[in-house]
């Protein structure tokens, strides 16, 4: 996926990937590749800032975890976060079926037949 189409939808997918588990950053972000089946392949650096950024926003919530090699900090979802992720999830799928009657397609997989 281009990091053009990811602006404005990194908060929602790092909010899903915490409400699925409490995770640290490196887990999150493999959770993300994973769950996309390699589509967000996003480095820590990309991963980091909108994890600082959501804690600030009191979104999620993070402690220091003893782990098995070392102290890892633990991110997981607050109820503002799980309110906004709900929230979030809404516009997009709002937004995706608007654009996809636009295209004239049903889902992703009729996109990638459709032309401009």
Known sequence: MEREGLKGH???LVLAAVAAT????????????RRSDGALDLSEG????VLHRLER???I???WEDGTTRP???????????????????????????????LGTRGAAGAAGATA
């Open 22 to 33: 409490p995770s640290h950053g490196y887990a999150i972000v493999e959770a993300l590749k």
């Open 72 to 102: 890892r900090r633990v991110y997981r979802l607050t109820q503002s976060g799980s309110e906004a992720l709900t929230h979030k999830a809404k516009s997009w799928a709002e937004f995706a079926a608007g654009v996809g009657k636009v």
């Open 10 to 12: 990194l908060d929602m």
């Open 61 to 63: 919530a993070s402690e």
């Open 46 to 49: 990309t991963v980091y800032p």
């Open 57 to 59: 926003a009191g979104m």
